[in-house]
């Protein structure tokens, strides 16, 4: 609902200020009639400084086929095969949507031609996060050509730039790396399609003058919306100033847009802070807790998942003894994974049946229904694995529907993991998606959650609905899987539902609008995973972060356990491998979460001590009241004769008593902390700091933190 809805036309020198609480962007309307971008910073407070503003020579949104030097934002060609575009502000609208949430919306138009483009803004005023998107459309006689399109252009002046970028692969997801940017062009991109972001995640900081630490510099967060192929481009010119274009890769992506329809851009998503990463981090934290992922302000099951454990070797005996352990060990769900299904072509291994979504009848006789009945009976939730956008060449639904395929007609078939992509851009397709999720909760509506995996990149990929519009097939394929999700979110409102893609290999805030929570990578390595998690820390709340204890690496059940709790905690591990010892750890380390979660989902993350510096990893969750905060420390390796400092802690009440308590104490150990550290004031712990290391490697400490 609108509060209220201005419509402004601005003179030539007028500013349009598009604020949160610490931050300003400031576009102006220049003599020529075009809009450019004064200011983006902190909050300015005075009226003085504000007119002050120097004239700045930057165009908001640069296009392509006039003056213009440099990467353009758009570029079109027109029905007459003119390829320039001119943009003129025309007017603006500012919609208070609440008390948080304010609308920018630029009008921007051809002179010449009847192209209009609009400038979106969401600016959240309490995250201080600012979304840009853009709208394009026209009425010419004949569809006009989309080359270029982005979100968002954004310009800076600093002396130096320094860019973090966060990439990776199967099994080793976010790795950070930062280099300073040089003139010219550096891109972060991806072309894959389906499995989009397995080699790189849309997400970055650019720091301005010298690196950011946790603590301090100026620096902007970004993130794209977009569960497709993205771009990042930055380019610095021979002045020393910076253009950061984000949206989606235009690459091998023009597209034909009719008249009179629009073209709209997913959002780019991004932070200001002169605070460091630290508080970039937090800001995006909260923005995606209240805006950015479904139902963040609900709670999320701790499960038992199969998936290490059984593979595609289980049948209902197997099963049911999971649902067993899933209740006694206090867990709220069991997760069947892939391997259910398929029963001409059974899904036996990863070359076979998948698309035939009926219960394989020789591992399920009884069917899904069974299942769901039996966790009923022991009072835990049932969840289930699909992979809705996929097809193996040996499946009933590859024989019935050659042409729901994504594949070249006149080349081999090229296979990813022995498999195939269905063709999303078909409406019949996207049903065929849509009646599979509805149709198991149809008939088995016991069903509470599911995990949503998409296993390949898109190769030798060719659309057969959209014939001779192949260009589109990047762009309409995200589209057409965010219909399918659209519909089964108007039905399906708060059904918990993991992203999941091989792992972390799609993990962006356009699809965490529909899921609860993203699988972050298939490498469960305790070791492996305090960096996988440090890095998705970076822009993702833990509450979205799944992190399961299973027995990939070797490290003891209480270094996994740790290691999974800073995010959505889950088992995948055979509870009956477990000694008695373990077991009563694990019951007992799922009662501190269960106690602790609020903290770790919703609180404040401050990275205390990082893992590419030092042999070990630190960070605290503070809760908003500043009563209760836990602490996670994770001696990664220690030298011969290495010590490890105290350490400061971050984010309490400085005026408060707290009582200090290490928990997940391991079955045979005492607590690292010593007895003498068991209460201070926050004064104290935020500047004397706590011995919260271990020294010998692959151990770890979790405190908590509780006002007394
Ligand atoms: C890849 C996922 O990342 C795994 O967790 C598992 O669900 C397998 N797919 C199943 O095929």
Redesign the pocket.
């Known amino acids: 609902m609108l509060a209220s809805c201005t419509m402004l036309f601005a003179q030539p020198g007028t500013l349009i200020r598009i604020g949160t609480a610490h931050t300003d962007l400031f576009l102006n309307v220049g003599e020529d009639g075009r809009l450019y971008q004064a200011y983006l910073g902190p909050k300015l407070q005075q009226p003085l400084v504000i007119q002050a503003l120097p004239r700045s020579e930057h165009l908001a949104y640069v296009s392509f086929g006039t003056d213009n030097l440099f990467e353009p934002a758009i570029r079109i060609t027109h029905e007459d095969g003119n390829p320039s575009l001119e943009l003129n502000y025309v007017s603006h609208q500012v919609e208070k949507q609440d008390d948080n949430v304010t609308l920018t919306h630029i009008r921007l138009k051809d002179p010449q031609y009847p192209v209009e483009v609009i400038l979106h803004f969401k600016a959240f005023e309490r995250e201080d996060v600012l979304e840009q998107w853009t709208e394009i459309r026209h009425q010419e006689a004949k569809p006009v050509v989309l080359y270029n399109y982005a979100s968002s252009l954004l310009h800076f002046d600093a002396a130096h730039y320094w860019l973090t970028q966060f990439h990776g692969d199967w099994a080793e997801e976010m790795k950070m790396q930062e280099n300073e940017l040089s003139s010219g062009i550096k891109i972060i991109d991806t072309k894959l399609g389906s499995r989009a972001h397995m080699y790189q995640t849309p997400v970055f900081f650019l720091s301005l003058n010298q690196k950011s630490d946790e603590n301090s510099g100026e620096l902007i967060a970004g993130t794209l919306g977009w569960s497709g192929n993205f771009r990042f481009l930055f380019e610095m010119d021979e002045k020393n100033s910076l253009r950061v274009i984000s949206g989606i890769n235009p690459f091998a992506s023009e597209y034909t847009l009719q008249p009179g329809k629009s073209f709209i851009t997913p959002a780019f998503i991004f932070t200001y802070s002169n605070q460091g990463k630290g508080l970039a981090s937090r800001n995006l934290h909260r923005w995606a807790v209240n805006y950015g992922i479904m139902d963040g302000d609900k709670p999320r099951l701790t499960l038992l998942n199969n ?1 290490e454990t059984t593979f595609f070797d289980f049948d209902e005996p197997k099963l049911t003894a999971l649902l067993d352990d899933t209740k006694q060990m206090g867990l709220d769900m069991f997760l069947l ?2 391997g259910w299904f398929g029963n001409k072509y059974p899904r036996n291994d ?1 070359r076979a049946g998948l698309g035939d979504w009926q219960e394989n009848k020789s591992k399920l006789p009884n069917g899904i229904g069974y299942l769901v009945k039996e966790a009923e009976k022991r009072n835990v939730k049932f969840g289930i ?1 699909i ?1 809705p956008e996929m097809i193996n060449p040996k499946s009933e639904l590859y024989e019935k529907h050659p042409d729901w395929i994504l594949k070249l007609p006149n080349r081999p078939e090229h296979y990813y993991r022995n498999q195939l992509v269905l063709d999303l851009t078909n409406p019949l397709v996207q049903d065929f998606v849509y009646q599979l999720v509805d149709g198991m909760l149809t008939r088995f509506p016991g069903i509470a959650f599911f ?1 949503w ?1 998409c ?1 390949r990149m898109m190769t030798n990929a060719y659309s057969p609905f959209l014939k001779n519009q192949q260009s589109h097939l990047y762009v309409e394929y995200v589209n057409g899987l965010y219909q399918v999700l659209d519909r089964l979110r108007s039905k399906y409102p708060h059904l918990p539902m993991m992203l ?1 893609s ?2 972390g290999g799609r993990v962006d805030y356009g699809a965490m609008q529909y899921f609860t929570e993203f ?1 972050a990578s ?1 490498n469960t390595d305790a070791l492996e995973r305090v960096y996988i998690q440090w890095g998705y820390s970076n822009f993702f709340p833990a509450i979205a972060v799944c992190n399961h204890i299973t027995s990939w690496g070797k490290q003891s059940l209480k270094f996994r356990t740790d290691v999974a709790m800073m995010g959505k905690m889950g088992y995948d591990i055979q509870i009956k491998e477990l000694n008695a010892q373990e077991q009563a750890f694990s019951k007992e380390a799922i009662q501190n979460y269960n106690r602790l979660k609020d903290v770790i989902w919703r609180g404040d993350l401050f990275r205390l001590v990082s893992p590419y510096e030092e042999n070990r990893a630190v960070l605290m969750y503070v809760n908003d009241s500043k009563d209760k905060a836990v602490v996670f420390a994770y001696t990664l390796n220690a030298r011969f004769g290495e010590s490890f400092n105290r350490v400061r802690l971050q984010g309490l009440d400085p005026e408060r008593s707290y009582t200090v308590k290490e928990i997940n104490v391991s079955p045979n150990g005492s607590s690292v902390l010593p007895a003498t550290d068991n209460a201070h004031t926050g004064e104290y712990l935020m500047n004397m700091g706590l011995p919260v290391s271990a020294g010998q490697p692959l151990t770890s400490v979790v405190v908590e933190i509780t006002a007394q």
């Open positions: 998936w994974d892939d990863d694995w992979e995990k995996d296993n999941c091989g792992g699988w298939d």
